[in-house]
């Protein structure tokens, strides 16, 4: 089953999209003659589009009862199982289980399938509320985020399971942290 867009957001894209490439260059502020978007107009849809991606992520809490907790950046956090093991710290080498999902409730990836998820913290190379969240958490502890797209993979998705836009869900346990 294929997912309807909102045309208002494909209107918002659109827009996104031409003062991105039409504003390269120009000043901040200045108006681009082809398109008349500016980096405050950009400012505005996007600030638009966080909003209702906001309401999504609470509709879908509410739904389910979840008592999700929620940082300044918009993260939704739940700790739901606490472990005794070390605190996740950047620099550190953390190793997750890990079920990531969209709000349908399909299943982009898992660690069942894909093998558990090793990084270092602070590296980059994760999602950035999968980085946000994971340093909330120490060995053996197992939460619930909500990734909101601009903490996910934003307006083009992963080219691959991830939609564009896409709110992604990840259960996590920490399996693992080591100072290697």
Excluded at 59 to 83: H, K, P
Excluded at 143 to 149: G, M, S, T, V, Y
């Amino acid at each position: 089953m294929k997912a309807k867009l909102n045309p208002s957001y494909l209107i918002l894209l659109v827009i996104l999209t031409l003062g991105i490439y039409s504003c390269k260059g120009k000043e901040a502020g200045e108006h681009s003659v082809e398109s008349g978007v500016s980096k405050e107009d950009l400012v505005r849809a996007n600030q638009f589009l966080a909003g209702k991606d906001m309401e999504l992520i609470k509709a879908y809490v509410n739904r389910r009862n979840w008592e999700m907790e929620y940082t300044g950046t918009g993260l939704g956090y739940q700790i739901y199982e606490y472990g005794t093991g070390d605190k996740v710290e950047r620099g550190r080498t953390v190793t997750i289980e890990y079920t990531v999902s969209l709000l349908d409730g399909r299943v982009c990836y898992s660690s069942e399938e894909d093998g558990p998820k090793t990084f270092r913290v602070g590296q980059g190379g994760v999602e950035a509320g999968l980085e946000e969240g994971i340093q909330m958490l120490r060995e053996g502890d197992k939460a619930r985020f909500i990734l909101p797209p601009f903490l996910a993979h934003g307006l083009i998705g992963d080219q691959n399971r991830i939609p564009s836009r896409a709110v992604l869900i990840y259960e996590v346990e920490v399996v693992k942290t080591s100072s290697r």
